[in-house]
């Protein structure tokens, strides 16, 4: 065996990271104590322990992350939640294509579930599609008067998995335009 001498000897293994230390010979985490810095796992799991009270996925999309980080108001953020979902029964009552289509199960292909139109559920069902394109296009029109780039960048956001707007004039015009849905169906309106 050989023997190493203290003088002049490096230590054996690997090379000890540089910085202040503790007396335990650990890294000294004063610093960013002092400048209140967080570990990135830390921040990751507050996130992920605060958005469990939300299942919905709509808090994973764009316009509930901007709900979640106060840049939309709770009435701005339900006027989204419902434009996306009028428009998407919009489609199902003109027999449109869905917007964003799943797969069929290859059982299912053939079998429909429509209603005899001479049926009352088939004539009940028509009221409701009538009622629900009416609907669609009183809240579009509001929309549309606001311009066609408010009305892209608030459909962008709002509509499936959403977008993000592109950048800070987006962001106002799309807030323009929530609040003015908001509005039109007395989201904004206080109880007595």
Not at 40 to 47: D, F, G, I, Q, Y
Not at 50 to 55: C, I, K, P, T, V
Not at 56 to 73: N, T
Not at 137 to 151: M, N, R
């Amino acid at each position: 065996m050989s023997t190493i001498s203290a003088a002049g000897s490096k230590r054996p293994g690997r090379k000890r990271a540089p910085g202040q230390r503790t007396p335990s010979g650990q890294l000294s985490r004063k610093i960013v104590e002092e400048i209140g810095g967080q570990n990135p796992a830390c921040v990751m799991r507050l996130v992920h322990d605060s958005l469990r009270g939300y299942a919905e996925p709509v808090y994973g999309a764009p316009l509930g992350r901007l709900f979640l980080e106060g840049k939309l108001s709770a009435p701005e953020f339900e006027a989204g939640k419902r434009w996306d979902r009028l428009m998407r029964r919009y489609h199902k009552a003109m027999a449109a294509p869905r917007p964003d289509p799943k797969s069929v199960a290859l059982d299912r292909i053939g079998a429909t579930r429509d209603a005899d139109p001479d049926s009352q559920a088939g004539k009940d069902e028509v009221a409701i599609d009538r009622a629900i394109v009416n609907a669609f296009e009183d809240a579009h029109a509001l929309i549309a008067a606001h311009g066609a780039e408010a009305e892209r960048d608030m459909r962008a956001l709002c509509e499936g998995a959403g977008e993000y707007p592109r950048g800070y004039q987006a962001f106002n015009r799309t807030k323009a335009v929530l609040s003015g849905l908001a509005n039109f169906w007395g989201l904004t309106k206080t109880r007595k």
